[in-house]
């Protein structure tokens, strides 16, 4: 170990596990890819205003977790505590909501800062891939996101996970059931920082994991009880859709998300194998915040899914990925014109496309040989100098252990055939 270590509430991916949060990033793209999302990537840093717009309702994400910094030249930075605002800030910056081509669909894959509390499934640094559909209204595009979060996750295995939905209602209705909501608290017993939240921003308090806080939430009005009839169509036809794919999912009124731009609807999907950070990917419509931050009016929808936790929702479930072998073919060299001719060869198999490998530093045969198990690869090359001297290498099949002497000039092609 260095003097070093990765800082509090960060950590790093290495082999072989970091092959699981590739192959999880890639399931969860795949799906949008073949649905029209193309692909977006934007700085690792924003100007702090774009996430803390400092209108509305404040959340612990912008008001607490943000990691800050200024500028040798004064501006005021902040790395991205999510995506959704980057990209939104990002589409409007190259006008693509003006090409004619609504929603504008985009993807994305990258690292986010959060100063949180670390415990197990919660860092400072994390990583999504997320998708947003910009600029359409319409039911059906809610569907769709969670259809291929639904898909997404299916396609690596998971099968614990619930989909919660609830809708927070509009720009009419949210308001009227806001108000509501804060005189029905202000009523309560609760410490001060509660009471500051029910100014800022009440929603969060049903939220409150407290149970004493939660006894007293038991008659809080409803925001389903509230929603216009607008918002009550538009979220009775996402459920039919998702209903219709076959998408099963639990209506959950107490869901409120930890950002504070949602509209209608928001969903979570949770995984029961993760104990308290149980969020495995989350996301909703928001309609309004394009406004916020100085575009036009463009209601938009999307999710981002944790790439951490859902490693650990893989785990928790015990499913083992289909990780194919990185290496099809090692090469063991016995000897310095073997070296030289067996690395001449490896060269010519990653030409033509067959993932090779080598046993460098001059090694012994057991102990490349134990590299060649490591590998994973299904063939291994020896040679030594009798072996080229006779024109040839031994091929050796690792699953059968059954070796066979190949002339060298066609080895990489009996490679090809026999690796298909
Ligand atoms: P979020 O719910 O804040 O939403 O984050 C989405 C997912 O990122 C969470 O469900 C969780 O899996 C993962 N995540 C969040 N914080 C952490 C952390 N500290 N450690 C590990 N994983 C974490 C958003 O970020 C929205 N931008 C989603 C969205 C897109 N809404 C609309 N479009």
Redesign the pocket.
């Known amino acids: 170990m260095s003097t070093f270590q990765a800082p509090k509430g960060t950590y790093d991916l290495t082999p072989p596990r970091s092959a699981k949060f590739l192959a999880v990033r890639e399931a969860i793209s795949a799906p949008l890819r073949d649905s029209g999302y193309g692909y977006i990537e934007t700085p690792g840093f924003e100007n702090v205003e774009l996430f803390a717009r400092g209108v509305g309702e404040s959340t612990d ?1 912008v008001t607490k977790e943000m990691y800050t910094l200024t500028t040798k030249g004064g501006d005021q930075l902040a790395l991205r505590p ?3 605002a980057s990209v939104l800030r990002a589409a409007l910056e190259a006008n693509l909501h003006k090409a004619g081509n609504l929603p504008v669909k985009l993807w994305y894959s990258g690292s986010y800062y ?1 100063y ?1 509390r670390p415990q197990a ?4 640094h ?1 990583s ?1 891939v ?1 998708a ?1 559909a910009i600029g359409t209204e319409d039911p059906a595009l809610d569907a769709e996101l969670i259809i291929l979060a639904d898909q997404a996750y299916r396609s690596l295995g998971l099968r614990q996970f619930r989909i919660l939905l609830n809708s927070l209602g509009d720009k009419e209705c949210r308001p009227v059931y806001r108000e509501a909501l804060q005189s029905f608290l202000r009523d309560l017993d609760l410490d001060e920082e509660t009471r500051r939240r029910i100014e800022i921003n009440p929603l969060r308090v049903l939220d409150d994991k407290r149970a004493d806080v939660q006894k007293q939430l038991t008659d809080a009005p409803k925001l389903r009880d509230y929603l216009c009839d607008a918002c009550k169509a538009y979220h009775e036809e996402v459920r039919a859709l998702l209903t219709a794919a076959g998408v099963a999912f639990e209506d959950d009124e107490k869901l409120v ?3 504070d731009y949602y509209t209608r609807t928001t969903f ?1 999907f949770v995984h029961d194998g993760l104990g308290s950070q149980s ?6 419509r ?1 309609d309004g915040l394009s406004e916020m931050i100085g575009g036009p009016e463009l209601p938009s929808v ?5 790439v ?2 859902t490693v650990l929702a893989l785990e928790a479930e015990g499913v083992e990925l289909d990780l194919p072998a990185p290496t099809s073919v090692y090469a063991v060299p016995l000897g310095e014109e073997a070296r030289r001719v067996l690395f001449g060869v490896v060269t010519e198999l990653r030409r033509a496309g067959i993932a090779a490998d080598f046993a460098f530093g001059g090694r012994g045969l057991k102990g490349a040989m134990k590299s060649a198990n490591r590998s994973g690869a299904r063939y291994t090359l020896v040679a030594g100098e009798r072996d080229l001297a006779e024109g040839v290498v031994q091929l050796k099949d690792m699953e059968s252990g059954e070796q066979s002497a190949v002339p060298l000039a066609e080895a990489a092609a009996e490679l090809a055939k026999r690796l298909g």
């Open positions: 994400i999510e995506g959704t959060r949180e499934g919660r860092y400072r994390f999504q997320g947003e998300r930890g950002l979570e969020a495995v990917g989350g996301g909703g928001y999307g999710w981002a899914l944790g951490d936790r």
